[in-house]
């Protein structure tokens, strides 16, 4: 394995360690050799370390373990960030007995992420392995902030970046080299930090509020629906009844005559 970090001896005999690069190319998980190779070297001598920091992150994993070593180191270690401390690379950086940004240099930190494969068993594990991992690293920056758990948790979600001022400001940084602000918080100056879903939210209201507003477009009154007047339905006509026809004369005289004939008995 390619070492990401080197160690340089100077004449006054202290020691200078140079962390550079991506953090583990190959992850450390299962790893015995190369976390053995750097706890060797790094006990391997004794007095004050100073950990130069020019990196983007990597492996979780073999962050935590370089922190827990630098933390069991029983000498001062000075941390200067030259050029950016991200990711992985910003919880090394809290190991740091004093840290100290270069005016230019920038902290990032964000949620861990990672790759899964299986059911939906499988996800929710890796979900929950994603939280676990995230309150590990706000238990180092908390240790070296004194923030809440709940303000780390919001910086992490946004994904912030940090110049020297600001890391300094959040408790991230001791120091901004070069500016004679020591440990003291500079009066005339103020901190900036970059967060990704923030900047992403402020951009995507300017671009709609940017945007031309259409037209009203009118709208013409429904006209009244006619509904058809019903065809008048004519009564059926009612059967005509037959008048009886009238007696005839025959009858008439006929009846006369029985009178008569009664009278006559």
Known sequence: MRHFWNWVKNA???????????????????????????KEELFAGSGPILLHINSPGGDCIAASQIYTMLMDYPHDITVQ??????????????????????PTSMMMIHNPFTCAMGDS????????LLDEVKESIINAYEIKTGLSRTKLSHLMDSETWMNALKAKELGFCDEVLYTGTGGGKPDDVSGFSFARRTADACL?????????????VAVKPETAKVEPEPTPVEPEPEPTVPEPEPETDDRVKAADLEKRLALLK
């Open 81 to 102: 960030i030259d050029g950016m401390a991200a990711s992985a690379a910003s919880v090394i950086a809290m190991a740091g007995t004093k840290v100290c940004m270069s």
């Open 204 to 216: 995507m209201n300017r671009v709609i509020a940017s945007m031309p507003k259409p037209a009203p």
């Open 12 to 38: 006054d005999e202290t020691r200078t360690l140079f962390l550079e690069g991506v953090i583990a190319e190959e992850s450390w998980f299962s790893d015995e050799v190369t976390p053995a190779m750097f």
């Open 121 to 128: 068993d499988e996800m929710r594990k890796a979900i929950q």
